[in-house]
């Protein structure tokens, strides 16, 4: 029994996908098809029910899964440990992220990894925050990288930094030129919120609420980059995390604002599948992550307790990409 085959078969229950799996491990869609063919007839029982679209795993299938995933996890980790005996980090990351974390952000952290770890190779993808934890779950990304991360039974949560929010407007909004503004004077203000069923809109409307303040939501949306195209031709304020708005604020069509309050702040995490063990590679790219995320916490710490605002773009600050504009994709934030 080779362990190729178990592989195959853990990334065709995964992605719940033959043509993915082949495409994962470099073999024809018919080629996964005969491997699974194989199992099946070397165990003498159906792993996969073929009937049902998509299809499903049997009984057998799923406790064969459960097993394989495990010794397919442990070879991994064995591979990449022996490979880097001589401390050369020369192992797989699969790194899945939110899209608001933003572009610029882990671009920089990928090239300073490789560039301590040249032999390491990171894969990253951005997926809406129910996909993250779905790719997490089903070993398709070692890590993800979330907003408002949640542990639970199957899954471990490790806090990475916090992102200060800011009140965000047009440069013609009368609140523009502020060096500060505290929330009760948000009362009665029209508001581009986050869709109700967000974490996120749940924390902002909790400490509005604490501050007896009451807006009018004029719009709502499921991400940030679409709630900052509403601000944009003033339809409203809105409260954003920080580095989300650089970009536009260094543009200048967008001005941000600091709170007097430090109440809100948008958190970020790592998560990974609980119980799995990770590769050096992977705890190297972690650990990289925390050490560089509280580093930039400090910094823009400092630039926030100064001047973030600006009406004629002339603001310091990198840029941040993030979603593409869409509508009612559930937990962009």
Not at 173 to 202: C, W
Not at 218 to 245: C, H, Q, S, W, Y
């Amino acid at each position: 029994m080779h362990l190729k085959s178990l592989k195959v078969f853990c990334d065709v229950v995964g992605w719940r996908s033959f043509s993915r799996a082949a495409q994962e491990n470099g073999i024809s869609q018919s080629g996964a098809s005969q491997v699974v063919h194989q199992l099946e007839s070397r165990l003498g029982v159906k792993l996969i029910d073929r009937s049902k679209r998509p299809f499903m795993l049997t009984p057998e299938g799923e406790a064969y899964y459960e097993g394989c995933r495990k010794l397919v996890q442990r070879y991994d980790a064995l591979e990449d440990q022996v490979r880097t005996l001589h401390e050369e980090v020369s192992g797989r990351v699969r790194v899945v992220s939110i899209y608001s974390v933003g572009l610029h952000h882990m671009s920089r952290y990928m090239q300073r990894f490789l560039t301590g770890y040249p032999r390491a190779n990171v894969r990253l993808e951005y997926q809406h925050p129910h996909r993250v934890y779905d790719a997490v779950e089903k070993d398709q990304a070692d890590i993800g990288l979330v907003s408002y991360p949640r542990a639970s039974r199957t899954m471990e949560a490790i806090p990475w930094r916090e992102e200060p929010m800011v009140l965000v407007c047009s440069p013609i909004h009368r609140l523009a030129g502020r060096d500060r503004v505290q929330l009760e004077e948000l009362a009665g203000e029209n508001v581009i919120g986050f869709d109700p069923d967000l974490t996120i809109r749940h924390e902002i409307d909790r400490v509005l609420a604490e501050h007896g303040v009451e807006v009018h939501v004029a719009m709502e949306f499921d991400n940030i980059e679409t709630i900052k195209r509403a601000v944009e031709i003033d339809a409203g304020l809105a409260l954003l995390p920080e580095p989300t708005v650089r970009r536009e604020v260094e543009a200048g069509s967008l001005v941000a604002v600091p709170l007097t309050s430090d109440e809100l702040v948008r958190p970020l995490g790592i998560i990974h599948r609980r119980g799995k063990e990770l590769g050096i590679t992977t705890r190297r790219f972690i650990e990289l992550l925390q050490s560089e995320g509280t580093a930039v916490a400090q910094s823009e710490a400092a630039v926030h307790g100064e001047v973030v605002h600006a009406t004629n773009g002339h603001e310091k600050g990198a840029p941040e990409n993030g979603k593409p504009p869409g509508r009612k994709q559930k937990q962009m934030a």
